[in-house]
Nanobody, 123 residues
């Protein structure tokens, strides 16, 4: 059974930073590309960032490029999202995702998701 558990969300002022972390279990972590998505109530899930199996390739949504950084530690089975220069429009529930196919993460069709962690950015 795949488990993805997010942590690190919270309330931060605009311009501040947060670091999200996702702990994965139940699959061979190094076989999966990993990613982060976000979703607000009543809205569709939005791609944020993806990282390849070995960590050598990253891809970001235009809305977060230059502000967010995705990284992974295959020895610890974790993937992180460092968020800086946060804006009120970054307020969402952030979800960790896993898939063997990098493209599936980018187009938001992954099979495995966590339960999410709330990020709230106040103005």
């Amino acid at each position: 059974q795949v488990q993805l558990v997010e942590s690190g969300g919270g309330l931060v002022q605009a311009g501040g930073s947060l670091r999200l972390s996702c702990a994965a279990s139940g699959r061979t972590f190094s076989n999966d590309s990993m990613g982060w998505f976000r979703q607000a109530p009543g809205k569709e899930r939005e791609f944020v960032a993806a990282i390849s199996r070995g960590g050598g390739s990253q891809y970001y949504a235009d809305s977060v490029k230059g502000r967010f950084t995705i990284s992974r530690d295959n020895a610890k089975n974790t993937v992180d999202l460092q968020m800086s220069s946060l804006k009120p429009e970054d307020t969402d529930v952030y979800y960790c995702a896993a898939d063997q196919t990098f493209h599936n993460i980018v187009v938001v069709t992954t099979r495995y998701w966590g339960r999410g962690t709330q990020v709230t950015v106040s103005s």
